[in-house]
């Protein structure tokens, strides 16, 4: 599905690959990364004040939209982390392999946001219908609302953005925590040590349970 944006905020200008690798020291891994897997980078949009309207603030003062054609159906995380250092400005990622489609946007420069590098990126599944928002009373409303429409669980309907990441960031963090005591409870052979591992699981479980909008009456 196509963006539904106006044709002011079309910008559709060809960037090459090497304004990124060639702007500092990288890897040979990483060089080797834009080179082999991305086909193509357009600036397609540019949401501003200029161009749909919106105030800017202080953290949110325009909000790209790059689409790369890539040449394989993978998403190349690191390429994103060095485009998001190298433009100063919030961007949302459509990503193009073939006739399938993805988005990633990275949550950055907002105020009162906390940090944590794990889980600062969101991706959608190839072919997701993800439904964007592109409106709202400033540029950083518009920019919560993107991020949002990454996130599953019911929080994303807090009206406190602060609150819908932090709850999102404990999410990620007990599903990890949860697939890591899974993965150490197939391997124990020692019983005892294998009952408290799984009171452990099950109470992570609990509370992920809660933070999902579940019955916090569980026993």
Same mark, same amino acid.
């Given at each position: 599905?196509?963006?539904?944006?106006?044709?002011?905020?079309?910008?559709?200008?060809?960037?090459?690959? !090497?304004?990124?690798?060639?702007?500092?020291?990288?890897?040979?891994?990483?060089?080797?990364?834009?080179? !082999?897997?991305?086909?193509?980078?357009?600036?397609?949009?540019?949401?501003?004040? !200029?161009?749909?309207?919106?105030?800017?603030?202080?953290?949110?003062?325009?909000?790209?939209?790059?689409?790369?054609?890539?040449?394989?159906?993978?998403?190349?995380? +690191?390429?994103?982390?060095?485009?998001?250092?190298?433009?100063?400005?919030?961007?949302?990622?459509?990503?193009?392999?073939? $006739?399938?489609?993805?988005?990633?946007? +990275?949550?950055?420069?907002?105020?009162?946001?906390?940090?944590?590098?794990?889980? $600062?990126?969101?991706?959608?599944?190839?072919?997701?219908?993800?439904?964007?928002?592109?409106?709202?009373?400033?540029?950083? !409303?518009?920019?919560?609302?993107?991020?949002?429409?990454?996130?599953?669980?019911?929080?994303? &309907? &807090?009206?406190?953005?602060?609150?819908?990441?932090?709850?999102?960031?404990?999410?990620?963090?007990?599903?990890?925590?949860?697939?890591?005591?899974?993965?150490?409870?197939?391997?124990?052979?020692?019983?005892?040590?294998?009952?408290?591992?799984?009171?452990?699981?099950?109470?992570?479980?609990?509370?992920?349970?809660?933070?999902?909008?579940?019955?916090?009456?569980?026993?």
């Amino acid at each position: 599905m196509p963006l539904q944006l106006p044709n002011s905020a079309l910008v559709d200008r060809f960037i090459a690959k !090497s304004k990124f690798y060639e702007r500092g020291i990288i890897s040979p891994k990483l060089k080797d990364d834009f080179i !082999s897997k991305i086909q193509k980078i357009t600036w397609k949009y540019k949401l501003s004040e !200029s161009t749909i309207g919106i105030n800017k603030t202080n953290s949110v003062t325009e909000i790209q939209i790059f689409e790369i054609e890539l040449k394989e159906k993978v998403i190349p995380k +690191t390429v994103i982390s060095l485009i998001d250092k190298a433009i100063p400005y919030q961007i949302l990622y459509q990503f193009k392999f073939n $006739d399938h489609t993805a988005y990633a946007i +990275t949550l950055k420069g907002l105020e009162g946001i906390e940090k944590t590098q794990a889980n $600062d990126y969101y991706f959608s599944e190839w072919d997701e219908p993800v439904q964007f928002e592109f409106t709202g009373t400033t540029l950083e !409303s518009v920019y919560q609302k993107l991020i949002k429409a990454f996130i599953k669980h019911p929080a994303k &309907q &807090q009206d406190d953005f602060k609150a819908v990441i932090e709850t999102d960031h404990k999410t990620k963090q007990l599903e990890k925590d949860i697939a890591l005591l899974a993965k150490k409870i197939s391997k124990e052979k020692q019983m005892n040590r294998k009952v408290e591992l799984n009171k452990t699981l099950l109470n992570k479980q609990q509370q992920l349970k809660n933070l999902q909008g579940g019955d916090n009456h569980a026993e």
